[in-house]
């Protein structure tokens, strides 16, 4: 575990330095950009590892995981959950994390604010987008966008905080380059109760370019903690 430990201390440092590398390239400061570790499979002893590094965002695939490892996380962390969620599944979740970054359709934003209220919070959320149009991958499709955040924002108990996206594998930057035209889109509709502020886009193998290409948030896994293990 030691040698992991320094595995991810590491990965870490060249991430760290990348990023910023990137951020100051498309003229932001390194602080501009934050940095998620995403923790499907990784023993929580590493993600604690990765917290005391520096990382201050933890990304949640699936709920009974998320369930069965949060409380050995260092709470100086806040969890994100960044999976496909159902709505039978939105109870475990809100209350608890920070932000549920997987919206794609009305029904789950309806269950999210109908969970919130119980709780008398207003959940952060983002609207996830598909934005290469691909049938396997969940998200609402671009052309659709705009009338899906505009009534999950009429909903009282959710707050629509920006968007997030996983784009098809691609040798070039058209598709985060589409993705951010489309949240500056966003942004400048001015839809009342939103503050798009967040564009997560970008992954282990492209967080350099979704950075150059104007992502704020950008959720590393494999590079940071190694490829996953499952069982």
């Known amino acids: 575990m030691v040698n992991d430990l320094s595995f991810v201390r590491e990965n870490y440092a060249r991430i760290r330095e990348a990023a910023a590398d990137a951020a100051i390239r498309s003229g932001r400061k390194p602080e501009d ?14 993600v604690n590892c990765a917290i005391d590094c520096g990382i ?10 998320y369930q069965s490892k ?7 962390a806040q969890v994100h959950f960044i999976g496909h969620l159902q709505t039978n599944k939105v109870k475990y979740l809100v209350g608890n994390v920070t932000m549920i970054q997987s919206v794609d359709r009305m029904s789950l934003a309806g269950e999210i604010n109908r969970c919130a209220e119980k709780h008398g919070i207003r959940q952060d959320i983002l609207l996830e987008v598909n934005i290469g149009g691909e049938e396997s991958k969940s998200g609402v499709q671009p052309e659709a966008l705009r009338a899906l955040l505009e009534s999950v924002a009429a909903l009282p108990h959710v707050h629509v905080c920006g968007l997030m996206t996983i784009p098809p594998p691609c040798e070039d930057t058209r598709y985060l380059e589409a993705m951010h035209s489309l949240f500056e889109q966003m942004k400048a509709c001015g839809v009342q ?10 992954m282990s193998g492209d967080f350099e370019q979704a950075i150059a290409c104007g992502s704020n948030l950008v959720r590393i896994g494999s590079a940071l903690f190694g490829a996953r293990h499952y069982q």
């Open 193 to 202: 109760g939103t503050d798009m502020n967040i564009l997560s886009m970008g």
């Open 56 to 65: 201050r965002l933890l990304g949640e695939n699936r709920v009974q995981e």
């Open 70 to 76: 949060r409380e050995q996380y260092n709470p100086e």
């Open 33 to 46: 950009v934050a940095l998620m570790a995403v923790t499907k499979t990784v023993d929580p002893v590493l």
